[in-house]
């Protein structure tokens, strides 16, 4: 019965479609083809539903290509490099595009995107090793004005931010750095950095600059009622990031591959620091009076240090910030305190206070800025501009003696304005110009509060970078800083190199420091400018005296009461010899000296005598309007009396061409 | 792997292309009107806490989690003329937590070209998005949501987006489609035909052939009495590509139809039905599947214009050998674990999906097409657990719909009466009952204020029954409510509160199917006592239109009485930024 | 009009369409896969005592409210022969429940009684019992060499000719075996001359009075040699079984102008109790003609050396039963 219903069923239907196909002869006699109009939206993107079908019809891209290739010869290398002491390369080891290629649009008034492809290749003839990513991540902004006042929103990240300098930001010293190595965030600008950089210390920098990394959100409220505005950050900062054991390739992550309607879910992106939630909160309140204003600015840090158990490491810095300019004089500053809490301790507050007072040049015969400042041990923050790794018991909780990329440890001999932690101290910085000479001093002392540091540390400045290059610090899957030399006491980091000072007059038991340490900083910096041949010319002297020792001294100098004292001596040359052909060379010295108790060599039975030399030419050719190529070559040598193993000599060339659209 | 790679070698050399071919080395670059930038930027950070009587003893899971990503696509579309299309979406993605490189990947999401050949002919070449009918091809709903508060749909939102579901039933595919009509005389005004052709798998050439799914339908218009259209579409195996023994063939072939019987300017009537049948029979010669059946459905349709009032009346009858793949495969696959809090408590036992993990885990969701029944979950839905095709149905149903003039008030009811025709390891039968009402209430334009003000709320009843001696009786009463509000307190700035709450009780035998839609065996009697609750407020903010920011709050509550040790609570806080252009 | 008649052509097809396969039901039956299980009627024999060589067949009654997966175990209480019966049902009937003779695990039954063990396995092995007597054991078809029941005489040779077999060589009882009370058991060492050889039997037609060992067909491809052989699990122990054929066409085995015949690989003993071994005759690469004159089957006890310690184990294994079948393998 049932099949016999089937098969009517079925005579039904093919009846239906005999009915439908004869319909359909009959008609195509009398038919014709029926001629599409092109429909509204027919051609316009597919999935209308959800992305709009009009179109964004500007969109912002500019960019550059950055080729730097270098070739090496370490004639006399540190141990172990070998067999990399000739070597000759593309990529400055950095992860540095070769071609940035930054978009952005802006869909409607109050929504726009930013992203900064990432493009390298190290041409070593082969596919497998190129990179095509972001470089920075996605970053989505959108603003929209109310009676209340003007609003922003930023999405996403990396965003560069700053707030203040004790809760968010980077240190800027005044222009006290030498500018014959090329960053590579840098212009193409021809003279104009040197003059920029003679005139006014500025030269042209990428926006990370002066910033903070952060992800997240940032939710900032401007012309509020009272002349009134704030910020708020909720997201990760740079040390509570990372991805461990994180799955990359988001073609791993489809469920059923091969067949079609499975996408990646990117399940497993996030790795086990999901599962370690870590985040960075900061607020910022601040009220303007005309120009001064004062602000309340907070953030907090916590790290979670176990999945299961509630176990934090977190941080927090309140602070008030201030800015006063009366009768020519500006006082400025920021005050607050900062708490700091291990698992098992107890949660410790420290204080921090930093004053500054300019006072104009009509006055007194000279402009000056004086800077008191008090910071406690304390005090710990990884995101602001002041130094907090020397306070070993905050160190080793939250990262180790020391991290990957740290730029110092412990009690780090600091040019003028760098603040450190666990600190009370002034600076003083004039300046004043003699014609085309243009001169700046910087002069500044500190004590440690409490007697912490059995450690010193000072910056290589002079062939640093270079010897950053050789030794990269960020290798692939690195768990701890590179450490280079034969005694184990070279750390290098982004773009520098530093050592550590191990001091002998510590407790023998605990090995904990007896005395208290006093830090000296004297730098000068010499600009002058002239025309040869009615080209310009510049010349650029910095140098920094600085050091350590256990009792008050206006200036490092030499004595038994010295742990360390560190000169540098950098002597820039630019000169346009053809029109957008700018000769350029470089002459630097560093002269470290340890003092009685600090380490000595075992055989010489003397501490650190050092002295190391770099020397380097090179010119800019701008080839185009934003097109340029720029050589070095650079000769080092670097060498210790006292211990004979510290030496190394060498020579590199480097080539950059950059080309901004 | 390699091929993805050049692929987007392409892509992105393509993008520097047009970008350095248009810029003019200046930083504002003028899309030329060829050119057609369109995409989706979105930031989503979530922090997920796990809680409840289960977290007092359970020593073994994180309790808290926090993730989120950040990723733009792309969209590049090109008419290099009035009649050509070609379009891409590159996807640029950032795991929320991964500086400087680590955590960002980049895919092609979509690539196809399309076009008009000689004004007549339509064309499609690539990823394409697919319908025929509720029989045929077309992808249902997961019916989760009755009149859902519009906090939960922001979430709902990136999940559609995610897995291509653009809300009419259409399914992502991959191949070439081409359609056409004709303009004929007398009896039709017009003969509307196309066809396509997907590749839904390729071959390993190993264990599994190439599966294709072709189709196409014939659509004969009328304008004064309606149009009949009869549709095919076939899910078959290659065999002979890589040498296979066995496949599959899925041939369904139906006639829809929709006929105008009455329309004026008080009132107007149609009838809409369908009817066909299946085949679905593999090749090998021993032990060869084969089974087919029909199914029929028809509806009236009055529309009692001046009263706003819409009232369906239908009749359906799916048989119980129906197979379609292309209709009957659910968008949700819950064999899949979760992305998150997959496995929870010291025993580890897998964790059931939820009404919150259904609006939250995207990694349940697909498109693809299955040669078996996916696994339903009765609670969910058990009277069409594979939308209007499931098979083994035949009842009626009744939709009404109703608006103010004003449309302050949107009012809508629908009621199914279902019950199998072929029983399920009984000769009894099951009997399922649907009730659902949704109702839109725009305070605002009672108030007559401008600002949104609304309540929105939905309910919906289900009810199992079958009779017979104890062994086979079963009885599931289910209800799930969604309810919720939007106020905007300043201009495009909104207040959302949101609670979904899903209560099942009684029991019921889960079949568990093998070979497209055999009955295996029944694992044992599903007896469930279980409420699931989900609240949610926060705060969103509509740049524009198509660019909001949602700061959410969610709570979870998932209690069985059954198992009442493992009830547990999940809170949630997300950060959502949407951006479409 | 035409719309009309469209509806009502449409509604016309939608009616026939809603005719469908209703009956059986989907899946297995719930009272069968859940219900309560209660035994209705306890196991019963349609006889007391069967006769099998007579062909006669005993079945087995019982009931059950339900559809139960039920297992028919049969065991011969003197050769611990056993016959499996499984099915799915309600009840034990002549369809589903008939034994006539046969074996599912060597030995073969003899004239014995037996215990008759009905056991559901899903109501935790719940077992009932009824005994029958087996008054005739079944006869099996086939051309039989020998069972060793008789003593084989001039008809049987025993090489021991290293002195490596022990005592226990020989026609024995003292295990169970593989058909009625008598099988052949080897057992020696490998120790005097270390060549894997150990000792032999050759088998003669004589033992049923014939020049040549008569088969159901000389056709290779459709003669199937079948033989029981016992092992007790221990290692190194390969039997081999070799075929002569009337070379010299004197009507008797002349060692070493014969043409043998055996098969690859012979038969490694690892397992443990009575196992049946067939294989046709064309596996050994015979002829007809030579199939149709074979003048002796020699069994000999082989130690794998290449595996065996130093010093060797002894190795052992034991014959019975070897017969020839037409056209399938002994069917137990």
């Given amino acids: ?661 | 792997m390699l091929r993805t790679k050049l692929l987007l070698r392409a892509i992105c050399c393509g993008l520097i292309l047009i970008v350095l071919g248009t810029s003019e080395l200046s930083a504002q670059t003028e899309i030329p009107k060829n050119l057609h930038i369109n995409g989706l930027g979105r930031t989503l950070i979530q922090r997920t806490q796990l809680g409840g009587t289960i977290s007092e003893t359970d020593t073994t899971t994180a309790s808290d989690l926090m993730d989120g990503e950040f990723l733009l696509d792309l969209k590049i579309n090109a008419t290099p003329n009035e009649k050509t299309e070609v379009q891409s979406i590159l996807r640029l993605r950032n795991e929320f937590g991964g500086f400087f490189g680590s955590g960002m990947s980049v895919e092609v999401r979509e690539l196809f070209a399309r076009g008009i050949v000689g004004n007549s002919f339509r064309y499609h070449v690539g990823d394409m998005d697919l319908k025929m009918t509720p029989y045929t091809l077309f992808q249902h709903d997961a019916g989760l949501n009755v009149n859902e508060a519009e906090i939960f749909r922001a979430r709902q939102e990136l999940i559609d987006y995610e897995q291509f579901y653009n809300g009419d039933g259409t399914r992502r595919m991959q191949g070439g489609k081409i359609d056409f009509g004709l303009s004929a005389g007398a009896i039709f005004s017009e003969i509307n035909i196309s066809g396509f052709f997907t590749r839904v798998r390729g071959t390993d050439f190993f264990s599994l052939p190439t599966r294709f799914v072709s189709g196409g339908s014939i659509e004969l218009k009328n304008d004064r009495w309606g149009s009949i259209t009869g549709n095919y579409v076939n899910t078959f195996d290659a065999v002979s590509i890589g040498g296979f023994d066995n496949g599959i063939r899925n041939p369904v072939q139906t006639v829809s139809a929709n006929i105008h019987i009455l329309d004026n300017d008080n009132m107007a009537l149609d009838f809409e039905g369908e009817m066909g049948m299946s085949s679905i029979f593999e090749t090998q010669e021993t032990e060869p599947f084969d089974k087919d059946d029909t199914f029929a459905e028809g509806a009236f349709k009055l529309d009692l214009k001046p009263r706003n009032l819409q009232i369906t009346l239908g009749f359906r009858d799916v048989g119980p050998d129906f197979f379609s793949i292309g209709a009957q495969s659910n968008r949700v696959d819950l064999d899949r674990s979760r992305t998150f809090y997959s496995r929870i408590g010291n025993d580890r036992t897998t964790r059931q999906a939820s009404i919150f993990d259904l609006n939250r885990d995207r990694a349940l969701y697909t498109y693809a097409l299955s040669d078996v029944l996916r696994p339903y979950d009765p609670r969910f839905g058990n009277t069409q657990p594979y939308g209007r095709a499931t098979a083994n149905r035949r009842g009626v149903f009744l939709n009404v719909d109703y608006a103010l003039a004003d449309s302050a008030i949107e009012l809508g009811a629908e009621a199914m009466q279902m019950q199998e025709i072929r029983g399920q390891g009984t000769t009894e039968l099951k009997s399922f009952t649907l009730a659902r009402v949704t109702g839109d209430i725009n305070i605002n334009r009672w108030l007559g204020i401008d600002n949104i003000l609304k309540v929105n709320l939905g309910y919906q009843f289900e009810q199992t029954q079958r009779g017979g001696v104890e062994i086979e009786t079963v009885s599931l009463n289910s209800s799930l409510l969604d309810a919720g509000i939007q106020a905007e307190l300043f201009d495009n700035f909104d207040l959302l509160a949101g609670i979904k709450q899903l209560t099942s009780v009684g029991d019921d035998y889960i079949p568990e199917v093998i070979r497209f839609n055999e009955v295996r065996d029944f694992p044992g009697r599903y007896i469930v006592d279980d409420n699931e609750t989900m609240i949610a407020a926060g705060f969103r903010y509509r740049f524009s239109s198509m660019s909001t920011l949602n700061i959410q709050w969610e709570r979870f509550n998932s209690s069985r009485a059954t198992d009442a040790e493992r009830a547990y609570q999940i809170d949630q806080i997300f950060i959502l930024y949407s951006l479409y252009f | 009009m035409k719309k009309y008649l469209s509806l009502l052509l449409f509604i016309s097809v939608v009616i026939t369409a809603c005719q469908h396969q209703t009956d059986p039901f989907d899946g297995p039956n719930l009272i069968d896969r859940f219900g309560e299980f209660q035994l209705t009627t306890d196991i019963a024999a349609s006889r007391n005592s069967v006769d099998f060589s007579a062909d006669e067949q005993v079945f087995f009654t019982a009931g059950f409210s339900k559809n139960i997966n039920w297992v028919l175990r049969i065991t011969g209480k003197e050769s611990g022969a056993v016959k499996i019966i499984e099915g799915f049902d309600r009840e034990l009937n002549q369809e589903n429940a008939t034994w006539n003779g046969t074996t599912s695990d060597l030995p073969l039954f003899r004239d014995e009684e037996c215990l008759v063990e009905l056991i559901i396995p899903e109501e935790d092995s719940l077992t009932t019992s009824v005994d029958i007597t087996v008054t005739g054991e079944r006869i099996y078809e086939g051309s039989l060499i020998t069972n060793f029941e008789e003593d084989l005489g001039d008809g049987l040779f025993f090489g021991n000719f290293e002195f490596e077999l022990t005592g226990a060589t020989g026609r024995t009882n003292a295990i169970p075996a593989g058909q009625g009370e008598y099988c052949y058991f080897f057992e020696g060492t490998d120790n005097v001359v270390g060549n894997f050889f150990v000792g032999l039997i050759q088998i003669f037609p004589s033992v049923n009075g014939e020049t040549y060992f008569s088969m159901p067909t000389t056709i290779p491809e459709e003669s199937h040699f079948n033989f029981f052989l016992y092992g007790d699990g221990t290692p190194h122990t390969i039997a081999v079984i070799q075929f002569f054929t009337d070379t010299n066409g004197d009507g008797t085995f002349t060692d070493g102008v014969d043409k043998s015949f055996q098969l690859e690989g012979d038969f490694p003993v690892t397992h443990t109790g009575w196992k049946v071994f067939s294989h046709t005759m064309a596996d050994i690469g015979i002829s007809e003609a030579e199939l149709s004159q074979l003048t002796a089957v020699q069994v000999l006890l082989i130690s794998n050396m290449s595996a065996q310690p130093n010093p060797p184990n002894p190795v052992r294994f034991g014959i019975d039963y070897m017969t020839f079948t037409q056209d399938q393998p002994l069917s137990l």
């Fill in chain 1, 1 to 661: 019965m049932l099949s016999l219903l089937r098969s009517l069923g079925r005579l039904v239907l093919l009846g239906a479609c005999l009915a439908i196909a004869s319909q359909l002869q009959a008609q195509l006699s009398t038919s014709s083809l029926q001629g599409f109009a092109l429909p509204n939206g027919y051609l316009s993107p597919q999935g209308d539903s959800v992305l709009r079908p009009v179109p964004l019809r500007k969109l912002s891209v500019n960019g550059y290509y950055r080729f730097f290739g270098y070739g090496r010869n370490m004639t006399t290398p540190y141990p172990n490099l070998s067999p990399f002491e000739k070597t000759a390369g593309v990529g400055d080891g950095y992860r540095e595009p070769m071609l940035s290629l930054f978009v952005s649009g802006r869909p409607n008034s109050k929504s726009s995107f930013a992203t900064e492809l990432f493009f390298f290749t190290p041409y070593a003839g082969n596919f497998e090793d190129n990179v095509f990513t972001m470089n920075l991540g996605l970053n989505f902004y959108g603003n929209f004005r109310t009676r209340l006042g003007k609003f922003g929103v930023r999405a996403g990240g990396i965003h560069w931010y700053a707030m203040s300098p004790m809760t968010m930001g980077i240190l800027q010293i005044a222009d006290r750095y030498s500018i014959f190595d090329r960053t590579p965030w840098e212009g193409v600008d021809g003279t104009d950095k040197y003059e920029n950089y003679y005139n006014t210390g500025a030269i042209n920098q990428d926006l990370r600059w002066n910033n903070r990394a952060f992800q997240g959100l940032i939710v900032e409220g401007g012309s509020l009622p009272g002349n009134m505005s704030f910020a708020f950050l909720y997201g990760k900062a740079q040390n509570n990031g990372g991805l461990q054991q994180a799955q990359t390739d988001p073609l791993a992550t489809i469920i059923q591959p091969g067949i079609a309607g499975n996408i990646p879910t990117y399940n497993g992106f996030s790795g086990i620091n999901r599962s370690l939630p870590s985040s960075f909160t900061g607020f910022r309140l601040k009220k303007n009076f005309g120009k001064n204003f004062i602000s309340y600015n907070t953030v907090y840090n916590r790290n979670r240090l176990d999945s299961i158990k509630d176990v934090f490491q977190t941080y927090a810095v309140h602070t008030l910030e201030y800015n006063f300019n009366a009768a020519g004089i500006n006082i400025s500053g920021e005050a607050g305190a900062g708490n700091f809490t291990i698992p098992g301790q107890d949660t410790r507050w420290g204080e921090t206070a930093l004053l500054k007072i300019q006072i104009p040049q009509k006055y007194t015969y000279l402009p000056f800025e004086f800077q008191f400042y008090q910071i406690s041990k304390n005090f710990y923050n990884d995101n602001g501009e002041v130094q907090t790794f020397s306070n070993p018991e905050i160190q080793n909780a939250s990262t180790g003696p020391n991290q990957v990329g740290q730029a110092s440890v412990a009690g780090a001999l600091v040019q003028v304005g760098q603040f450190v932690h666990n600190r009370r101290g002034i600076n003083l910085n004039t300046e004043k110009s003699f014609g085309p000479l243009k001169l700046n001093l910087g002069w500044g002392i500190s004590q440690e509060i409490d007697t912490l540091s059995s450690e010193l540390s000072y910056v290589h400045r002079v062939n640093g970078l270079a010897l950053s290059r050789v030794y990269n610090p960020f290798p692939a899957g690195a768990t701890g800083p590179t450490v280079v030399g034969p005694y184990n006491r070279v750390f290098t980091f982004f773009r520098g190199a530093y050592e550590l000072v191990r001091l002998t007059d510590v407790d023998p038991g605990t090995i904990a420091p007896l005395t208290r340490k006093h830090f000296q900083a004297l730098d000068l910096q010499a600009k002058f400018k002239t025309n040869l041949f009615n080209r310009p010319l510049y010349l650029f002297y910095l140098g920094s005296w600085m050091g350590a020792s256990s009792t008050l001294k206006p200036l490092p100098g030499f004595g038994e009461d010295v742990y360390l004292q560190a000169q540098y001596h950098e002597i820039d040359l630019y000169y346009e010899l053809f029109p957008n052909f700018i000769l350029t060379g470089y002459w630097g010295v560093e002269y470290i000296k340890g003092g009685r108790d600090t380490e000595w060599d075992l055989t010489t039975q003397q501490p650190r005598n050092q002295f190391g030399r770099g020397l380097a030419l090179g010119f800019d050719w701008t080839v185009s309007e934003n097109a340029a190529f720029y050589i070095r070559q650079r000769f080092m040598k670097f060498e210790d009396a006292s211990f004979p193993l510290d030496r190394y000599q060498g020579n590199e060339t480097t080539i950059e061409l950059k080309v901004f659209f």
